[in-house]
């Protein structure tokens, strides 16, 4: 089985370890490559340039830039690289990190942007990008490989060149067919999850819908266009997998008469065998002082010991919080171990705190088992927890499920099937896995 994805997101993750844990054999193949590529999974950016995931993240003070300039990290979310005090280039973060590189963005004398550099998980500068008048006209794909790949964002024509080889692709999902043939990778049974290139790359192939799409994204406003079509004609989808039942039976009222297949599998999540935690404690990993809701737990819920800690230094906002209440305990400049060590002791995991998600702790938190609550204003993975749009909803359930474990466990149970039942491997194959002749 072939599992064609358009990147390698998060839901991309979750969904080929719900494959793994279901038994499916698949080969993965990602057709953009945008500085992860997890092991075994194929792109053919990488195949043809020669990329590795083998390396260190770049650090910002690290980049390669022109002499007699300077590095320099000041309030903004990027570093700037200035020559005789003058900004030529930004760099930007990965998010969810302390300034490990993404890209680097160079400013032409006029201080429009002229190229970005782009820079995987590796420290690997493998593409850039150009610009004309602040547009995005080109980027060349490169490494050690025979090959360069050149992505025209106007033409839309895809170039591979070698030191004696030329070979053009009219579109992105010309390149991708051609890989796939190139490598000999079967596409007679498919899996994407993605409207986008992956359906366009098997509408091109399928010589009749054969083709298992999984919809892992919210719906907050009509049908998408490109699965309507295949609702009404299929013409690569043979089934649509939703992950979430209300809106699987959305959209099979909405097209009661589709050839196509509409079912549900919820994701094979995998979660820790929690023991020997603090049934009354709560943590929370933050990057800001803002945690408006933490006052009014902290004197409302005296018996419960909140956990609050950051990657930095705290603010004297929070000091003064932590010297008035003996139970919120603050750890400054925590480490990862340290992190690990909180999400063991806890029983909740907080999500209150306004500023960005760090080190994607809330999705760390849901799967060691941990209840993770969060205020609706500042949730940061709503598919990982269980929201309140008030803060004396957040305190009743808090203090609900940090004196009764049977609360708890209820809360669990809430919040592992809150977009439907939970399914089995054997739900999976029976699904995806192929006929057996008898």
């Not at 490494?143 to 790949?149: M, N, S, T």
């Amino acid at each position: 089985m072939l599992a064609l994805f358009n990147n390698v997101d998060d839901a991309t993750k979750q969904l080929m370890r719900s494959l793994k844990a279901a038994g499916l054999a698949f080969t993965a193949v990602a057709v953009h490559y945008d500085g992860e590529l997890p092991d075994a999974v194929l792109c053919p950016f990488t195949t043809y340039t020669g990329i590795e995931p083998v390396g260190d993240p770049l650090f910002f003070d690290e980049v390669p830039v022109p002499a007699w300039c300077e590095i320099r990290q000041g309030s903004q979310t990027y570093g700037e690289i200035l020559r005789d005090g003058l900004a030529i280039g930004r760099i930007h973060y990965e998010p969810n990190s302390f300034r490990q590189v993404e890209s680097v963005d160079w400013l032409l004398p006029d201080r429009t942007l002229g190229h970005t550099d782009h820079y995987d998980r590796y420290g690997n500068r493998y593409a850039t990008t150009y610009y004309s008048s602040g547009v995005a006209y080109q980027t060349v794909y490169y490494g050690p490989g025979e090959w360069e790949v050149e992505v025209g964002h106007t033409s839309r024509v895809v170039t591979m060149r070698s030191a004696h080889s030329r070979l053009t692709f009219e579109t992105l999902t010309d390149f991708v067919s051609y890989f796939l043939d190139d490598q000999q990778i079967a596409t007679d049974r498919v899996v994407v999850n993605s409207l986008s290139y992956p359906l366009f790359v098997m509408r091109r192939r399928s010589p009749a819908p054969s083709t298992t799409l999984f919809w892992q994204e919210p719906m907050p406003d009509d049908v998408p266009g490109n699965m309507v079509t295949e609702l009404e004609s299929p013409q690569a989808l043979e089934r649509i997998v939703f992950c979430d039942e209300q809106l699987r039976r959305k959209v099979a009222q909405r097209y009661r008469s589709t050839a196509v297949d509409i079912t549900y599998l919820s994701h094979l999540d995998q979660f820790a065998d929690k023991h020997g935690y603090d049934p009354r404690r709560a943590f929370t990993l933050t990057s800001t002082d803002e945690i408006p809701a933490l006052a009014e737990l902290l004197e409302e819920l005296p018996d419960v010991r909140f956990s609050v800690a950051a990657l930095t230094l705290m603010s004297e906002k929070l000091h003064a919080l932590g010297r008035t209440h003996a139970n919120l305990t603050l750890t400054p400049t925590i480490t990862h171990k340290q992190i690990r060590e909180e999400l063991d002791k806890a029983s909740v995991y907080l999500d209150i705190d306004a500023g960005a998600h760090v080190l994607d702790v809330v999705k760390a938190a849901y799967h060691l088992n941990l209840l993770v609550l969060a205020s609706t204003a500042h949730a940061k993975a709503p598919d990982h927890c269980l929201t309140f749009a008030t803060t004396a909803d957040l305190k009743a359930c808090l203090a609900a499920v940090t004196t009764n474990p049977l609360d708890r466990t209820s809360r669990l149970d809430d919040l592992h099937t809150q977009h439907g039942p939970q399914s089995t491997p054997s739900d999976y194959r029976r699904l995806l896995a192929p006929a057996t002749n008898p």
